[in-house]
C-alpha cells in the first residue's frame, strides 16, 4: 500500500507541479513544505511567480499511478485530497466548508445531496480519520467505505 | 470544399491578412522601430517559417501552407498544433469545413477542462512581504459541468518564469528576471493549489474579477492557448510578465481588443487590473480573504476567557481532554477548537513543517470539533470596502518648493512605481511601502543650476504590528544616492545602503496608528571622505498616524559609524501629507541632518500626482 502511495505521488509531481512543494507524504505529513525561502527573495526579488519546474497544462493522466482504473473525476477527487487533506479534514469535522463541498462535488454527489455527505462525514470522522498519521490513500478508501454504509450515498460510491 | 493552397494564398494577400491585427495577435507581433515586426515569442517550434518571428506575411503564407494541406490530420499535424490559427484562417478565407476532429489530443484536453466562464485572479499583497506587493495575476476557467459551483475544481491558467530554486542565489535571481534571463511558460494547475499557494502559504487576500467573455470568446481564447502549450516566452519581470501575458491572450480572445498594447515598458499586475476594468470586461468582483487575516479577525473578536483558551490548548506541553473548559457552551467550544485548529495550522505554513506533537494536537482537536453538531459559528468574513485596484496611479510626478541650507530651489520628483507610507492609503495596507527609481531633481534659484538632488533606488518598508496571535519582524530596507552636508560648504553625493530591523506596535486593531522601533543599520560612501565610508549602527524610530485625509509620519535615527569614518549620522524627518483623492495629495516635509557637528535643514511643500 505504501510503495503504491509513494509511487503515485512521484508520478503525479510533474502533472500538479505544486505538489513537488508539498514534500514527501500524503496526510498530516503533507504540511512540510520547501518553499522559496529567504529575505533576499523578498527583498530583492518582486516574484518573478518562478513556477520550479512546474510543467502541467491541465491534463489529468489516466497513468498517475494512483488508480489508472478510476474514471477522471474520481481521480481529481483524490488528488483534490491529497492536497488539501488538512482543509476537508477540518471542513468535516466541523459540519461545513468549501474544501469538503468541493470534494462531494468531485466524488459525484450531487448538489442536493452534500448537505448528507458533510453530515455523515462528520458524524464518522473518526473513521475517516482513523489515526493521527493516516495518509490520504487510506482517508480516501474510508470515506468511499463510510459512503457506502449510507443507503442514499451508496450509489456514488463507486 | 476543399480549396487549392495557391487559391487560399492569392486570396490571403487580397485581404491583407498578413497585417490584420487579430494575426498581429495571434503571433504576437510587435511593431518595431526599424518599420517592421517582431513577435514576442521566443521558442523556434513557434513559427512555421524560417523568418516567421520576423515576418508576418511568411509566417502567414507558410501557415496557410501547412495548415490546409492535404496531409492526413493527426495529433502531429500541424492543424493539431496551431488551433486558433486555423480556425481563424478558415473564417477569414471563407472554408466552410474547418476539421480538427482528428486532432484527439486537444479535444481531450479542452473537454477535460472544459471551460464556460473566465476569470481574472490578483492576489493581492501581502504586509509583511513587500516582494508581494506588485502582486500576480492568473486566469481561473470555470468548467459548465458537475464542476461549476466547486471553483476550487478549477482549472488556473499561470503564465510563468521556470526558476530552478534550488540553485540560484537571490541577486543571479534578480539579475535573470529584469533581463529576460528566464524562459516563461502557460502553464495548467488545479485552482486549488493556486489558492494554496497564495491564499495560505503567503497569506495574501485574493481578488477574483469575473469575465463577461461570451461562448465564442472562450473558445478562441483556448485555441490559442493549446497553441502556446509547452512555448517558451522569455519572461522580463518588469514589462512581459505573468500579467501582460494574460493580456495578450485576451487580445485574442475578443478582437478589437487593445490590451497588451497599453504596456511597453512597464507591466504592473495592478493597472492590468484596470486596463480590463476600463475595457469593459468585469462582470463582478470576488474576494477570498487570507489565512492570516481570518484567523486575526476571529481571535480578536472571542471574548478574552476563549482567547485564553485558544493560547493555552495550542501548547504543545498541554493536553487536550484535561484542559479544555467544559463549562463552555456547545458554540464557544466549536470556536476554540477550531480557532486552536487554525492557529497550528497557521504556524506549521509559516514556519514551513509540521512537528508530531502539532499534527496530534490538530488531529485531537478536530476528533473533539467533530462531536460538537453546530455548523458555522463564525460570521461571514466581510469584503474590503475598498479594493486592491482602487488605489492610486502606480506612478508618480512631483513638484515642490522648498529651502536647503539656506538656499531656496524648486525640485521635480517622478517615480515608476509604487507607494510610500504618506501616499494616500487607500487599497494598500498601512504600514507597508515599495518604491522604485524616486528621482529628484532640484533647480537652485540662487545658483541658477538644475542637479540631480537624490535618486532613491529601492525602498521597502514592511512595518507588521504585534498582535494578540503574532508577533511579526518589522524591517526596512533603502538605496540611495543623496546630496548630503557632509561639513558646512560641502555638499557630496553619499551613496547609502539601509537595512533596518525592529518590531512594530499599533494603536489598536485599525493600524492606523503606529510606532516602530528599529535597530538602524546603515553602509555609506564617498570617494571624499577619508576612509571612503562607514558602517553605522544605531536606534530607530518611526511613528505613523493616519487620520481621515492626512497621513503623518516621524522618523528619527542615529547611528554610529562603528568601521570606517569615525563620526555620528542623526537624521530627523517629520512628514505630513493631505489627500484629496486617490491620485493627487499634498505634502510638506522638514528634514535634519547631523553630520557630526555639521546640520543641514531642509523643508519643502511639494504636489503629488498619481497616474
Known sequence: MKKILIAGL??????????????????WGSMIFDGKEGVVFHVLAATTNGSFGNQTFGMTSGTAGCDASKPIHKQMAYNFLDSNMDKVARDMASGSGESVTTLAGLLGVPEDKTPLFIKTS????GKIFSRDDIKSDDVYGAILKVMQENEVLAQYAS | MARDVDTLLVK??????????????????????????????????????????????????ESIIQLFSKTAVSDSHPRCHFVAR??????????????????????????????????????????????????????????????????????AVNFAAQVQASKENGFLYVYRGLFGGYPGKFNIVPYHEKIKEYNDLENRDIWEYSL?????????????????????????????????????????????????????????????????IDAGLVRQVGYRSSQSKLLLQRYRRLPEKLKRQVKLLTRPDIGLEE?????????????????????????????????????????????????????????????????????????????????????????????????????????????????????????????????LNSINIVNIESMTPVNGLFSPWSWMVNVENRKTAISESQLFNVFQLNADFGKTYAIDETNKHALSLFLDNQLYTNRHLERKGGLGIGPRLYFRSNVTKFAFVTDLSWRKTVVGESLQRKNAYIGVSKYWNENTSLRIHWRREMWDDTGSTELEISGHYYF
Open chain 2, 86 to 155: 486555423y480556425y481563424w484562417l478558415a473564417e477569414k478565407l471563407d472554408i466552410d469545413d474547418p476539421n480538427t476532429s482528428a486532432c484527439a489530443e486537444y479535444h481531450k484536453w479542452l473537454t477535460e477542462i472544459n471551460p464556460k466562464s473566465a476569470l481574472l485572479v490578483f492576489p493581492a499583497s501581502y504586509l509583511n512581504s513587500p516582494s508581494s506587493m506588485f502582486g500576480h495575476t492568473l486566469l481561473r476557467l470555470d468548467p459548465g459541468d458537475y464542476r461549476k459551483d466547486i471553483p476550487l475544481a478549477s482549472y
Open chain 2, 323 to 451: 484542559n479544555l473548559d467544559t463549562s463552555l457552551s456547545p458554540r464557544e467550544t466549536a470556536q476554540v477548537l477550531e480557532e486552536s485548529y487554525d492557529f497550528l495550522r497557521f504556524q506549521a505554513t509559516s514556519v514551513r513543517a509540521l512537528h508530531k506533537p502539532q499534527y496530534q494536537k490538530s488531529y485531537q482537536l478536530l476528533k473533539q470539533r467533530s462531536l460538537i453538531k453546530t455548523a458555522s459559528v463564525w460570521p461571514a468574513p466581510s469584503m474590503p470596502k475598498i479594493r486592491s485596484d482602487q488605489s492610486h496611479g502606480s506612478s508618480r510626478v512631483a513638484t515642490g518648493y522648498g529651502k536647503f541650507l539656506g538656499k531656496h530651489y524648486w525640485s521635480f520628483k517622478y517615480r515608476p512605481a509604487y507607494h510610500q507610507q504618506l501616499d494616500p492609503g487607500k487599497g494598500f495596507d498601512y504600514g507597508s511601502a515599495i518604491n522604485f527609481l524616486d528621482v529628484d531633481i532640484r533647480y537652485g534659484l540662487q545658483s541658477k543650476r538644475l542637479q
Open chain 2, 212 to 276: 463577461n467573455l461570451t461562448d465564442a470568446e472562450i473558445l478562441r481564447m483556448m485555441r490559442h492557448l493549446w497553441e502556446l502549450k509547452s512555448i517558451r516566452i522569455d519572461y522580463f519581470f518588469t514589462s512581459e510578465n505573468c500579467s501582460y501575458q494574460l493580456l495578450s491572450l485576451l487580445d485574442v480572445a475578443r478582437p478589437g481588443l487593445r490590451l497588451a498594447g497599453n504596456f511597453s515598458w512597464r507591466t504592473i499586475p495592478v493597472d492590468t487590473i484596470r486596463t480590463v
Open chain 2, 12 to 61: 490571403a494577400s487580397r485581404l491583407h491578412l498578413a497585417q490584420n491585427p487579430e494575426w498581429l495577435n495571434l503571433v504576437h507581433f510587435r511593431a518595431t522601430l526599424t518599420p517592421g515586426f517582431e513577435s514576442q515569442v521566443d521558442d523556434p517550434k513557434f513559427f512555421l517559417a524560417k523568418d516567421g518571428k520576423y515576418s508576418p506575411e511568411s509566417e502567414l503564407r
Open chain 1, 10 to 27: 512521484l508520478s503525479m509531481t510533474p502533472l500538479y507541479g505544486m505538489a513537488a512543494e508539498t514534500g514527501p507524504g500524503c496526510g
Open chain 1, 122 to 125: 462528520q458524524d464518522n470522522f
